[in-house]
């Protein structure tokens, strides 16, 4: 078992075929609140990932009983491919262009389920051959409204801004091209531009 990334809420780790997420347990927490968050959390990850992995290419966690369900670790399947945040700038431009795309429709079709996704970046992105698998659930929750769509859908443009932006424009404008098969994306549009109004005049 090797570790291959650490953040403050996970381990993450690399045994076989398969990577295990485990919650880092908090200090400030007591013992026993700890633990009823860290299952509480992996519990509502697992059922995050079930949901999403019947829609989307996305890795459906293994569970064998109620038991397992409820432990602190995730055990997920390793997707071999390309991570997008460090390649996507490497493809000829209309590729790019047609990953953004395929990007927009997906997460159209988790939108329509009223799944949000918590951390959209290139980073949760890997790509396999010409399938975009879509990883790291860990923030995502179940919600239906437009707020909370359009600050996904914020998390992404910015992403796109900050990590690939030589032509960011144009491959946001290929998200937004695969995301309109939502039928409801006009009106996500619409809050994204509130939420970007907001977020102006922070700074």
Known sequence: ??????????????????????????????????????????KSEAKLLLKASEIISCPAPVTNDARERAITKLKIP??????????LDKFPLTKQKQICKQIGESIAKLHKQDIIHGDLTTSNMILQEDKIFFIDFGLGYFNGKYEDKAVDIHLLKQALEAKHFKHWEALFNEFVKGYKKYSEAEKVFQRLKAVEKRGRYKH
């Open 78 to 87: 390793f997707i071999k491919g390309k991570k997008l945040s460090e390649h």
């Open 1 to 42: 078992m090797r570790l291959i990334a650490q953040g403050a809420e996970a381990k993450i780790l690399l045994s076989n075929d398969f990577v295990i997420k485990d919650r880092i347990k908090k200090s400030y927490r007591i013992p026993e609140l700890n633990e009823k968050i860290r299952k509480r959390r992996t």
